[in-house]
């Protein structure tokens, strides 16, 4: 909902729906995501050894923050930094990583997992975040979408 509010400039004409080449812009935006999320479950299940439950809540704040990272990378064509987001979407995306870091430092509903990962992945979101848009921007212009 906070998304309605939003600070993103509208198009200087009408655009026309070109559902080819906006599926192929989410195919790849959503293989990134996916890519960053089997990323970080591989560094829980490889290099810290998490047992089951622990990455289940390790998916649970990567799918959170990965999420969070690609609304800010779709919510403008150009680079993510060109425009502002409203207050009430910086409000809404800090009380989601509050909450969702809260329950999976803290174990409620899930199997609690030490900050250092939490932590990392917030940051390994942010990093995704910025190499996404490296790549969304030129994607859009080649696609013409931009």
Known sequence: MSLTTDNVRGSS??????IGKLSIAGF???IG???FCTVVLSVGLYHYDLNIGALQTLVFITIIF???ATTYNNRVRGYLWTTKPSNWVLASSFADI???STLALS?????PIPVVLVAGAFVAAIVFA???DMLKVPLFAKLEIS
């Open 13 to 18: 004409q009408p655009n026309s729906w070109q």
């Open 28 to 30: 790849v935006m959503g």
């Open 33 to 35: 995501e996916l890519i």
């Open 66 to 68: 990965g999420n969070q």
């Open 98 to 100: 509050c909450i969702g």
């Open 107 to 111: 174990g409620i509903a899930m199997t």
């Open 130 to 132: 910025f190499a996404l």
